[in-house]
């Protein structure tokens, strides 16, 4: 069993930055990848990003070169740095974490860009 805890979610400008945290608790060694999801209003829920248990990572192309993530494992901790952020990146924000064969999930952190 894993349980994930999000926190860093906000309102922010066009072109300001945030940064999302997911702290995960339980089995956390055997956890092979973990990543951030979102939903946006009226949208299907989509991939952002994911880091595998080595550190390879991987981008969504609305997202690449905007976004970052990266994890600290003495923490049990996964992040998404997120600059130069759009309207279009307003949506419900959720980590996941892979541990085979089950998925587990954040309860979500909700991000709006707007002037």
């Known amino acids: 069993q894993v349980q994930l805890v999000e926190s860093g979610g906000g309102l922010v400008q066009p072109g300001g930055s945030l940064r999302l945290s997911c702290t995960a608790s339980g089995s956390i060694f055997s956890i092979y990848a973990m990543g951030w999801y979102r939903q946006a209003p009226g949208k299907q829920r989509e991939l952002v990003a994911t880091?595998?248990?080595?550190?390879?990572?991987n981008y969504a192309d609305s997202v690449k070169g905007r976004f970052t993530i990266s994890r600290d494992n003495a923490k049990n901790t996964v992040y998404l740095q997120m600059n130069s952020l759009k309207p279009e990146d307003t949506a419900v924000y959720y980590c996941n974490c892979f541990v085979a064969p089950y998925n587990y999930w954040g309860q979500g952190a909700q991000v709006t860009v707007s002037s």
């Open positions: 880091i595998t248990r080595g550190g390879s990572t």
